[in-house]
């Protein structure tokens, strides 16, 4: 028997549904239609194929880490299992992220993707945080103001450009907030981020880090009283606010040399150099005032205190800016990517996976924000978020150790856990957003698997760095 569920808009005419049974009604043809799927599938899954030797590491790398990275392109952080409504939409920086893991998959769509995104942006470079798939219009809800959010989109048109060497999409005329009237080209509008960083920079020459960079939760400029409060949608305080993301900083290092990188090939070569001492100052500006002794500072606060230093009594030290600024390879002859990789693996590795930050925050603190109203152990706060994890096994690639990068990678790949599935409980097959780090309750217990960024860069972790194959 084969039995067919399937959904029609009309429901007095049967005659769209009676079609679409006929396609499907004898065994015969629901054979030949799942054979077809299957066709389908493993042309799509075939574009990267791997044969290590390794069933699991195959398995995630061939079928099931590709499979996620299909479902957060086509769903963002929308229409999740644990985060209900329509409410979030696609992210700017979240679908970015997601094109670095589908891109070789549907090139054509990825594109589309990257055009559609790039048309919410302010003619700034600022960006609308989120915009809706249907109407393809930033939400006006949540706005702007998150200052990471322009770079990634250097990093998904650059990705789409090494796979498919279509730099012919740098020519698109793309609109600023969806209004045609102010449209330039795509290769403007990365312009126009690259110049966002650099004319929003704080006292120490580092990114001002608006309402939040990639951390979503660490909430600058906020000052909300209540933590219960929605943190997204909260006013900020703007005027003389010292806040400074080192993140963004190593951000602006790798995505600026990508940047020039491009000038170049496109014979801009004066833009070329007009970048790269932004870039250089950037990076002297880390060393200087993003450097703590023994890892990347994380943050200024808005009075310009340290975050993320051996200065602080709770979070002193954040994984964001070591996996960042040592994958920008930021001071790595002075030793420095050394240094934070090495205090990552002694303050932040656990069994389970990297977690986020260290000591956990156990109070609020109006000037972090929301990431100090999570319990210790969950999500951003002091959590492993398996997001970031891979930023810092790039990182150890980046100085050469890719045992080190193997072993990290095995902690949190759903296909090495399937032992410990009672602990875990999220599907064994993909990637959840984060484990309950070493302050929870139950450490290695996971939680909301499917739509999360980390699909993404696990897999682009994986392929392009521990085994090293670059489009
Ligand atoms: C989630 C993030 C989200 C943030 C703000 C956090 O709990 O981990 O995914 O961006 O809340 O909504
Ligand atoms: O960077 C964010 C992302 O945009 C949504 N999920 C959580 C991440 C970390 O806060």
């Not at 077809?36 to 990267?48: S, V």
């Not at 995104?117 to 600022?126: K, L, W």
């Not at 305080?237 to 290092?253: L, N, W």
């Not at 932040?348 to 999570?374: M, Q, R």
Request: aromatic share 14%.
């Amino acid at each position: 028997h084969s039995f067919l569920v399937g959904y029609t808009w009309e429901n007095i005419n049967k005659k769209k549904a009676k079609e679409t049974i006929a396609k499907f009604d004898t065994v015969a043809k629901v054979d030949a239609a799942l054979a077809d799927l299957r066709k389908y599938w493993d042309t799509l899954l075939g574009n990267y194929t791997l044969d290590s030797g390794d069933e699991k590491l195959d398995r995630m790398v061939n079928i099931w880490n590709q499979y996620q990275c299909m479902v957060t392109f086509c769903f963002s952080r929308s229409a999740s299992f644990f985060e209900s409504g329509i409410g979030r939409g696609m992210g700017f920086r979240d679908s970015n992220q997601d094109l670095v893991g589908f891109v070789h998959q549907i090139p054509e769509r990825a594109r589309e993707r990257i055009i559609d995104i790039a048309s919410t942006q302010f003619p700034d470079g600022g960006c609308y945080h989120q915009y809706q798939p249907l109407t393809k219009r930033g939400n006006n809800d949540i706005g702007g103001g998150f200052n990471d959010d322009p770079l990634w989109l250097i990093l998904g048109t650059i990705s789409y450009i090494k796979e498919t060497g279509d730099f012919g999409i740098l020519q698109e005329q793309v609109p600023f907030d969806n209004d045609w009237s102010v449209a330039r080209s795509l290769f403007d509008h990365l312009s126009v981020s690259f110049d966002h960083v650099i004319k929003n920079l704080g006292p120490h020459g580092l990114p001002l880090i608006g309402r939040a960079d990639w951390n979503d939760c660490l909430n600058l400029n906020c000052f909300s009283n209540d933590p219960n409060e929605s943190f997204q949608t909260a006013e900020n305080k703007s005027e003389g606010t010292k806040a400074e993301s080192v993140m963004i900083a190593g951000m602006f290092v790798i995505y600026g040399q990508d940047y020039i990188e491009l000038c170049k090939r496109l014979g801009k070569t004066e833009e070329a150099a007009r970048a790269q001492k932004h870039v250089d100052a950037m990076t002297v500006a880390v060393k200087k005032y993003g450097w703590d002794g023994e890892w990347f500072v994380r943050a200024y606060d808005y009075y310009g205190n340290k975050i993320g230093s051996r200065e602080n009594e709770e979070g002193k030290i954040f994984i964001e800016s070591q996996g960042w600024c040592t994958m920008a390879a930021i001071g790595k002859e002075e030793g420095m990517c050394h240094k934070s990789l090495d205090a990552v693996k002694e303050r932040l590795d656990t069994k389970y996976g990297i977690v986020l930050n260290n000591p956990a925050f156990t109070k609020y603190y109006i000037e972090y924000g929301e990431i100090s109203s999570y319990p210790p152990g969950y999500k951003e706060n002091a959590g492993i978020f398996c997001h970031n994890n891979p930023w810092i096994m790039i990182g150890e690639t980046v100085i050469g150790r890719g045992e080190q990068a193997w072993e990290y990678y095995k902690k949190i790949c759903p296909a090495y856990l399937e032992d410990i599935s009672d602990l875990h409980k999220t599907e064994p097959y993909v990637y959840s957003q984060m484990v309950a780090g070493k302050d929870a309750f139950k450490p290695g217990e996971a939680k909301n698997s499917w739509l999360t960024g980390t699909a993404a860069w696990n897999y682009y972790a994986i392929t392009q760095f521990i085994l090293g194959i670059k489009p």
